[in-house]
């Protein structure tokens, strides 16, 4: 029995998505909101690396997904390797630091762009003859009944009537296909806006990456393709925004960047333009119901601290494919909803681990008070003493244990 599965909400995840499954010969319909700009193999070969955009460190799990699906050659031609981590506070003594030749590994995982990541997966999913991609198009209405589930989704004044056996929402954070089911969600606003943007550094960075616990905030520095250039992710009190956005400000961010950081990356001498995300936590009560089952944000949504909200997306949707190719395998539903259960529980444990990690580690250094500094700073230096513990977060930093 040949099954068509649609998938709604072409983002980094949905996309990603639609590639596993058709690596398994499973048909998809992508539906997404967004009208795409067209990415023909011209556009890819002159793609010239961008000074503003989004960068995501993806684990060596997430890494290993793209080299099954065959993406990688070409996707490491804008990412590069993170060798070491090392995680300090501003203003204490302790230090954590993990480096990938005492783990054993080649490397924690890769910084890479966005803007190239999706037009690798955008390119790869146009030339794919399994995936139907259907663009500019927005869902308006999700129902279902014992046999099917029905999508309507507006394009101008024209409505496209799709039916499915299976419907995968992968709509992001707001998801509308959640909110058409009737799927709560529990939210936690951080009270913070991450201030993304890309700088350059007098002294290269040796693909070390840093988090740095500061009075404004955690902050990432992870190094990107060309020696001096670092991504910047720093998450700063929501409604101070302003006062880091914008050209007028470059000197005022750079000059903070600095007094934080010190003198670990040399001099920071030139910040790219600077974007604002607000951050917050939003957990969807339930992933499956019936034949619809949530996917990326619009499963769950979880503060960039860690880097690790696209890498568990990468393990759900590969274990999830795990699921469907089994059915397809036995010409079964597609969309059986206690298989797609059985999907949801198998992914809790590791769904909670990580959401529960990021929450913390937010939630623990966001407070300045002395003697949780102290208690802060002994936990950083036990890491770096205790035998055992570094194999171990490694390990789940790299999505390789769950
Ligand atoms: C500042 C920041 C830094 C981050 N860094 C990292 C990192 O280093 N590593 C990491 O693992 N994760 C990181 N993350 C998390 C990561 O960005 C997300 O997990 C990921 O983007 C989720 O992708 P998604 O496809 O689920 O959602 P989205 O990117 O939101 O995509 C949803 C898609 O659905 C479409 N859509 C919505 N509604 C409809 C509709 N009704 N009809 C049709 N289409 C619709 C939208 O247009 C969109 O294209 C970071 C997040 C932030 C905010």
Not at 220 to 249: C, F, I, M, Q
Not at 272 to 279: Q, W
Not at 320 to 338: I, T
Not at 361 to 371: A, D, K, L
């Amino acid at each position: 029995m040949q099954q068509e599965v649609i998938i709604v909400g072409g983002g980094m995840v949905g996309l990603s998505l639609a590639l596993m499954l058709a690596k398994t010969k499973i048909e998809v319909k992508l539906l997404e909101a967004i009208k795409y700009p067209n990415y023909d193999d011209e556009n890819l070969a002159t793609y010239h690396s961008s000074f503003d955009a989004r960068n995501s460190a993806l684990s060596r799990r997430s890494v290993q997904i793209y080299q099954e699906l065959g993406l990688w050659a070409l996707l490491q031609e804008h990412a590069t390797p993170i060798l070491e981590v090392n995680i300090t506070e501003q203003g204490s003594f302790g230090k954590a630091r993990l480096k990938a030749e005492q783990e054993k590994v080649e490397s924690f995982g890769q910084v890479i762009e966005n803007a190239w990541l999706g037009r690798v997966l955008l390119t790869q999913v146009q030339k794919e003859p399994l995936i139907e991609l259907i663009d500019g198009v927005q869902v308006t209405s999700l129902t279902q009944d014992a046999d099917f589930a029905y999508i309507e989704a507006k394009r101008g004044e024209y409505t496209h009537k799709l039916q499915s056996k299976l419907v995968i929402a992968a709509d992001g954070r707001d998801s509308f296909c959640r909110k058409a089911l009737g799927i709560g969600a529990s939210e936690h606003d951080y009270d913070q806006v991450a201030i993304v943007t890309t700088v350059q550094t007098s002294k290269p960075h040796h693909h070390v990456g840093f988090e740095r616990f500061s009075h404004l905030g955690p902050l990432a520095l992870l190094p990107l393709p060309g020696e001096y250039h670092r991504s910047v992710v720093w998450p700063v009190k929501k409604g101070t925004e302003d006062e880091w956005l914008g050209e007028h400000n470059d000197q005022h961010f750079l000059d903070a960047l600095q007094e934080t950081y010190g003198d670990r990356a040399g001099k920071f001498q030139k910040t790219g333009r600077r974007f604002s995300f607000p951050l917050s936590q939003v957990l969807a009560e339930k992933q499956a119901v019936g034949r619809v089952v949530l996917m990326g944000n619009a499963a769950h949504t979880i503060h960039p601290v860690a880097g690790q909200g696209f890498n568990l997306c990468m393990r759900d949707a590969y274990v999830l494919v795990r699921y469907l190719k089994e059915q397809q395998a036995q010409a079964a539903d597609l969309g059986d909803a206690s298989m797609l259960q059985d999907y949801e529980k198998a992914r809790l444990k590791d769904q909670q681990r990580v959401i529960k990690f990021c929450d913390s580690v937010v939630r623990g250094f966001s407070n300045q008070n002395p003697i949780l500094k102290l208690a802060r700073n002994t936990g950083l230096m036990c890491f770096e003493n205790i035998p055992g513990i570094k194999p171990l977060v490694a390990n789940y930093a790299m999505g390789l244990k769950s």
